[in-house]
Structures are given as structure tokens and as C-alpha cells.
């Protein structure tokens, strides 16, 4: 299909009638007189009338067999994307499905590549077929280029080399995926001329003479094929074709070959009914020509890794020229179409997903059905497929397009931009529209990723993320931060022990002590021995072993005893030796302690409870222990804090629920620190993997002061809340 001067309408309606001659031409009139009025005075470059553009390419969709509404679509695609014609009119004058497909060009018409490496990426082909949605569109994008590519010569040289750059890159290798060879071998020898016109030249002389031999060599080893298989009664079907410009182009590149070395100029296929056959045929064309040595290869005794399976045979004409014969089954056939992707493997040298094979296969399967239209119907419900249903395409803001598993967010989104964008991603911009981080992606959104220099990932977002990629940065971020908290807690737990015993960290705690005891655990650094001590991997009394000096690590043994023995005295009340600060009503001779149950401190209402065994125990006046205690009010002796009372501390307990944090100790205990108040003792208890209960006995003043402490425990980030306890606290040594 040539173009021609003056193209008329009618054209289309009898190529069309040719194929389906019950066809309603009702909405071909329509769009053509829609498209004319839009398209107005518009003139391409050709100086012919823009109309003609549109007219050509629905006369090639007539080449495709396609049904009307494709050759709607295909008079009205240009009319959005260069007039002020919208999709909605397009929608309320022809409908739903033409006005799908015509948005459907239009985007594809936007995308825009930054780069030749881009264009040539896999995922642009993939996005192009994903987008569409309607395997219609893609056709009619094929055509439209075709037409484009054919009217080239009325263009600027950089504007033909860019738009052959961009059919080579894209649109051929689609055309070859969709089986459409003819299409795709056209494309690339028209681009061909524009992209390498010097190689073009040459090649054009050094096949011109070759050419009409070829075919006529062609007819003739059909012929005799043919005839030689009738005699040995085998069925079969012979056909043949030359190579591309393009393809041999390529080969020479490739292989670093002159025209001369390139052999499968001239290529026959043998299809046969049996594999036997297939053997029959090869004796057949070898007594005909003498086959070249080495070049015959069995791959139906020895299948490819990829299931294909034929007879490669290369024999040498009396006119010396190389022809290469392919004999296969036409099982066979089916087989080395289905495998689709080992084709488009081997001829474009990229890697397809191995997936793609059914998907094309079916593809392929369309256009088939689409050629023939027996089944036009069954055709049209079948063209709106999800061609990669396992994967989502979506645009940077730069319109360079990022292929995705489906399900992907914008998380994964933000990681394959660049880890940092992922590390602090707390949403995104999809087609100018805020959303959030567990937003499904989808094919042909524009996606931006949201920023904040403070967000960190968490495990949450494994949940979220779908990629890889993604995945592993999340977790190796979370890791790398633990080990961080973990260095620093291990730091903080070694300085707090030293100090709590009077052992100044300066003089203990040095680089090279801590180099010594990394040696001496086997840490290679003196970081992973305060990670490890920070995971508690390391007990903190084998490493102060390892810090201490003999002598000093006796004295600090001896140290940890003495808090016990604190207990053991405020236990027996008998030998007091310090005012509790609290005066009775009874007088004061008496021995008077404070309850270890609620531990009261000044400012809590007290009362005295006079136990025979203990002397005059002062509870809170809210202890349940004291409400439990038996109704003897005489035993009930009025208290009252001293106000003048020497400053002492006073035991209080305090409950902390938190997040379970590696660090979360070491900022409640400097938090407490910071309020001047002490840490007696502590009991750790997770309650699940994601919180934690801590229960304190800390020293303070008073209750203004207790308060104080709890209000600073509170605003410790992962802090849940912080209670005082009217219970007593387990103490461990
Ligand atoms: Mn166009």
C-alpha cells in the first residue's frame, strides 16, 4: 500500500467492503466530516491537505482487516492531540469505545523520552502496549507511524533522524512482537535511510542487483523443493523470503561482517506434517544443493533450552550464492511462536520476562483472529485485555517511565528513583493529586514522591512495599539504625554502670581499654562489642571485667552488694538510723517506718498503722494494702510529713508503658536524670514484640517532684504513659 496522490474517502469504504461487505459506513462519513472541520485548513508538509494523514492510515487498518469503528478511531486520531477537539466531544458524537481509543493515542502521542537509552528500554515498548489497554490502539498506532515514516522525506533531517530513531528503537521492535513482520520489517528499512544513510546507500547498490535475482532464485528452489517433496509424497509447505535492509544491516554491525558473509540473505521454510517429514525434507533439499559443512544443526534431536525445535540447514547454489533452509513441523511452528520472548531475546538481545511468552503468544493469537474476522465478535470482546497483568507502568515527572510488580505503592515508587527519596518518602503526588504511601499504583499515572527530612522507614512499610528493591532498603535502613541505637546504648548502659559506682568513664571507659575488650569478645571493632552490649549479648559484667583493673572491679562487686543491703534496713525497722521524716501523733519515741507496699512520699496524705512486729508503719492514706488491713482503728495513729524536715529521697514506684525501642531505656533513665531524680531499680518486661512495661523504683524528694519526673518520662518519644504505682515494686538483685 503505496501512498497516492489524492486519497478519497471512498477508498477506505472499498477496502473495507472488500472484507466485510455488510459494513455500516455511517460513522466513517461522520468522522470524516468531524475530523475535516477540526483539522480546518491544516496542510502537512507534504502540502497536502492534513486530512490525508488520517484518510492513509485507516486505509492501511483495511490492510489488517479492521472493522469499522478502528477506522473511526483512526480518521479522528490526531484530532485531539493537534486541535482544540476534546475527548468528551469525541465521546458524545461517537461514543464510548472510539473516544477510549482516541485518549489512548493521545497519551501515547505525550510520552516524551529524555534519551535514546530510555526509549530503547523494554519498559517504554511495554508501555506503550500497557496503556493502550485495547490491542486496537497499538494497531493503530502502528499504522499511523507507518504513514508518517512513509511521507518522512517532507521533513527537517534532524526531525527524520529523530522520528527513525524513535520507530527503530520502539515502534518496529512492537511490530515485531505482535507478529506483524511485514509492518516491522517496512518500519525499520524506512527509518534505515534516515538513521544511516551512508550505510543505506551502499547497502541499496549492493543489493539492487541482488534483489530481483533473489526473488527469482526464490521462486525457483520453491519450486524445485516442492516438486522433489511431491515425489517422495511428503506433505509440506515451502515459502521464502529475503532479509531486511535493516537486518542485514544489523547482522554486519553485529558480527562484524562484509555484504558477501552474510549467508541467510535468502531464507526457506519447510513445513511439514511429520517429523519424519521433516527428515525427508532435509535429504530432499541436500541432494539437491551440497549442504555447507558444520552448518546443519538438529535442534529436533536436540531441542533449544527453549523448547524450539527445526532443522537448520545452509546449502550452496551452483551460482555459489548461501541459502539457508529451516524445516519444522508445524507443531513445531506453533511451539517457536509460542516462544515468543526467545525470539525477541535473540534478535533484539534484551531480556524479556519470562512471562511474556503467553501474553504475546495471545497477542499474536488476536491479530490472527482480527485478519480473519470470522469471528468478529468473539475478536471485539477479546481486544480489550490487560496485556502484563502482573505489571503497572507509571511516568516521573520527567516522563521517564518505571515498570512495577502490581500492587507496587508509592514507596516502591520513591525507592527506584533513588534510596534517600525512599528513606524519607511520606507520600506522593500521583497525577498532581496528594496520596498516601499505601496507594496502589497504576498504569500511566505521573508519580512524584513526597519528601520530609525527618521520616524514617519502619517496619510497617514492608507491608506496603512490593518490590524487592524496595523491601531490602527498608530493611537494611531499620538494621543499620538499630545498630546505631545499639552502639549508642551500649555506650550509655557501660557509662551509667561505671558512674552509679564512682568510676569515672574518662579514665575507665578509653578507646584503647574498649579496643582491648573488642579483641578479647572477638569483636572486630570496638563498635560491634557496643552493639553487642547494646543487644545485650554481652553480659555488662564479663565486659567491666575486661575494663577494670583488678583491683577496682573487686571494689565495684563489693559496691553492687550495698544496694541490697539498703533494702535489708529499711526492712528491719528495729534499727533505724535516719529520721523518715514524719512525725505521729503519739509521740515521738516511737519507731516509725515507711511502708514498702505504696511507698509514701511528702505530700501524699499519710496515715500510721501500729503493727506489733514492725512499730508504726506510714502508708499512704489510698494503699489498698492499708484499706485490707483489719478495722482495728486503734491501731490507726494520725501522721504528718515533718515540714521542716532534713532533705532526704524517698522511694516511689512508677510503671512506664512504652514502645519497644533499643534505646528507650537509655532516654527514660536520662530523662529521670535530667530531673535530678535517681533510678533505684528497674524490671523490664515486654509485653509483645512491638511494647514494653517498666516498672521503676526511683528516688525523689517529694510528690511535686515525682510529678515533675513523670511529666519528662511522658515526653520521651515512644512513651506511652508513665503512672505512679501504689504497689510494690519486685526487686531484683
Ligand atoms: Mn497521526
Known sequence: MRPRKGIHLEDIIESLRR????????????????????????????GQAYMSHPMEVALILTTFKMPPEVLT???????????????????????????????????IAKIKFRSREERQAENVRKMILALSEDIRIVVIKLADRLHNMRTLEYLMPERQKAISEETLDIYAPIANRLGIFWLRRELEDLSFKYVHPVEYGKLIKLTKEYKEEAESLIHLICKRVKEGLLKE???????????????????MVDQNLDFDQIYDIIGIRVMTK?????????????SLWKPIHGKLKDYIALPKENMYQSLHTTVLMNTGQRVEFQLRTQQMHIVSEEGFAAHW??????????????????????????????????????????????????????????????GATPIDFAYAVHTEIGDHCVGALVNSKEVRLDYILENGDVVEAITVDTQQPNKDWLKIAKTSHARSKIISNIRTRERADAVRLGQEIIEAELLKYSFPPEKYFTVPALEEAAKAFGCKTSDILLQRVGFQRIPLHSLLQRLLPAKEFKSLEAAKKRPLKSIMRRLSWRRPKESVGVRVSAGDNMLINLAICCNPIPG???????????GLVIHCRSCPTLKDMEPNLEKFVDAQWEENGKKRLYHASIMVHSRNRPWILANISTAIAHCKANIYDAVVSPTDNRSGRLKLTVEVENLPHLKKMLDAVKKVDGVKSAVRLMEKVTVKE
Not at 26 to 41: D, I, P, Q, T
Request: proline content about 4%; some cysteine; overall charge negative.
Open 19 to 46: 472484507y466485510e461487505p455488510e459494513a455500516d459506513v455511517e460513522c466513517l462519513l461522520k468522522a470524516y466530516a468531524f475530523a475535516s472541520k477540526a483539522h480546518g485548513g491544516q496542510v502537512r508538509l507534504s
Open 73 to 107: 478511531t483512526a480518521l479522528l486520531h490526531d484530532t485531539v492531540e493537534d486541535t482544540e477537539t476534546t475527548v468528551t466531544e469525541i465521546e458524545a458524537n461517537f461514543g464510548k469505545e472510539v473516544a477510549h481509543m482516541v485518549e489512548g493515542l493521545t497519551k
Open 233 to 251: 509424497r511428503i506433505a509440506a509447505e515451502v515459502s521464502g523470503r529475503t532479509k531486511g535492509l535493516y537486518a542485514i544491516y544489523t547482522k
Open 274 to 286: 511429520s517429523v519424519v517429514g521433516c527428515y525427508g525434507a532435509l535429504g530432499i533439499v541436500h
Open 345 to 406: 531475546h535473540y534478535k533484539e538481545g534484551g531480556s524479556p520476562p519470562v512471562d511474556d511468552n503467553k501474553s504475546l503468544f495471545w497477542v499474536r493469537r488476536l491479530i490472527d483472529l482480527g485478519k480473519d474476522l470470522d469471528n468478529s465478535e468473539e475478536f471485539l470482546e477479546n481486544v480489550k485485555v490487560d496485556l502484563f497483568p502482573d505489571e503497572v507502568y507509571v511516568f516521573t515527572p520527567q516522563q521517564e517511565v518505571k515498570a512495577f510488580p502490581r
Open 604 to 614: 501524699d496524705g499519710i496515715a500510721g498503722y501500729a503493727s506489733g512486729e514492725k
